[in-house]
């Protein structure tokens, strides 16, 4: 009942996310109920097959466990690009679960069942040891995958020695079908964990590339928009007021005599000039105009939707509030 309701709630996830890591997951869940239903008597153990042969279902269910089991462990820890010697060694282990494929379905049960226990244990490890490995290297949901594949480990273990080297009963008989259960759960908590651990990487790459964006667009010193963007939108306004029949003004200034303050009062003041007059566009400019730093001491104004005798009170307004802009370059000196 606990395998049965992981499958359908991470097929659920796996219809709406299309992530083949959640179809891996969901078809060895599959494949491990099926090998336990016929383990534990829920499912005839044999079928006729083909020329009225017998096959044992167990080896196959087995060989597909793993072979899925392979499939799931490579795509969630991504094995293929961080660890490519361990990916090579699940890989064989799909390969084995073929081979156990192979072998049920020929019907050499007797080889079938010595390289089933075989595998088992070469199975189990190769998944703790890529789960530590990837759990070293800092991918956390790993450490669920561990602690599952640790508990299924220890079922099958118990199972295997009940009556041989440890009393049989109730609790060695069901290990292996409890282990396989609390697997279950715990890889779906793993999924989880993937998941939220990718979305917080989505949003920080998704936040990264918004700051680079910003910075390829901008000036640095006066946080206004730098020439490439300039350009590049103006472009786009004039194809928009052509294509719209709507209005479209472009202010250019400078700041008269910019070098010889610089001679005079050194490159931080000149900044410091480029900086206020920077301030006074923006507080000039509306939500949708582009103030920009064309270059040096040259400054530009896009205002789409504006009309020129619009547009030269906008100037009037910058030259007016940039005139009575007061600099003070040193303590007793004084500037407009």
């Given at each position: 009942g606990i395998m049965f309701a992981m499958i359908i709630y991470n097929f659920s996830i796996f219809i709406f996310l299309s992530d083949r890591t959640y179809l891996y997951y969901v078809v060895y869940i599959c494949s491990m109920l099926t090998h336990l239903s016929v383990v534990y008597g829920h499912i005839p153990s044999q079928i006729d097959w083909f020329n009225g042969q017998r096959l044992m279902l167990i080896w196959p269910n087995m060989g597909v466990a793993w072979l899925m089991a392979g499939a799931f462990c490579r795509a969630f820890l991504?094995?293929?690009?961080?660890?490519?010697?361990?990916?090579?060694?699940?890989?064989?282990?799909?390969s084995l679960g073929a081979i156990l494929?192979?072998?049920?379905?020929?019907?050499?049960?007797?080889?079938?069942?010595?390289?089933?226990?075989?595998?088992t244990i070469i199975g189990c490890f190769t998944a703790i040891v890529a789960a530590i490995t990837a759990w070293r290297?800092?991918?956390?949901?790993?450490?669920y995958f561990l602690f599952a594949w640790i508990i299924l480990l220890t079922g099958l273990v118990l199972y295997v020695i009940g009556g041989i080297y440890v009393p049989s009963g109730f609790l060695t008989r069901y290990t292996a079908a409890g282990g396989?259960?609390?697997?279950?759960?715990?890889?779906?908590?793993?999924?989880?964990?993937?998941?939220?651990?990718?979305?917080?990487?989505?949003?920080?790459?998704?936040?990264?590339?918004?700051?680079f964006r910003w910075l390829s667009q901008t000036d640095g010193l006066t946080g206004l928009f730098n020439k490439a963007f300039m350009l590049e939108r103006l472009a786009v306004e004039v194809d928009s007021?052509?294509?719209?029949?709507?209005?479209?003004?472009?202010?250019i200034m400078d700041v008269d005599d910019f070098k010889a303050f610089n001679d005079s009062h050194g490159h931080p003041a000149g900044d410091k000039v480029l900086q206020g007059l920077a301030r006074i566009l923006k507080v000039n400019a509306?939500?949708?105009?582009?103030?920009c730093r064309y270059g040096g001491e040259e400054f530009a104004l896009i205002l789409p939707g504006v009309h020129r005798d619009n547009a030269l009170e906008v100037a009037e307004r910058v030259r007016k509030a940039f005139g009575e802009m007061?600099?003070?370059p040193a303590p007793e000196v004084k500037v407009r």
């Open positions: 991504n094995s293929a690009a961080v660890m490519p010697r361990l990916d090579l060694v699940l890989r064989i282990v799909m494929i192979g072998l049920g379905l020929a019907g050499l049960d007797h080889a079938a069942n010595v390289f089933g226990k075989y595998m290297r800092g991918f956390r949901p790993a450490k396989a259960a609390l697997e279950s759960l715990i890889l779906s908590a793993a999924l989880a964990a993937r998941i939220k651990l990718l979305r917080a990487e989505k949003d920080e790459f998704r936040s990264r590339a918004d700051r007021a052509n294509t719209h029949g709507r209005p479209l003004a472009l202010i509306r939500g949708g105009d582009c103030p007061v600099m003070q």
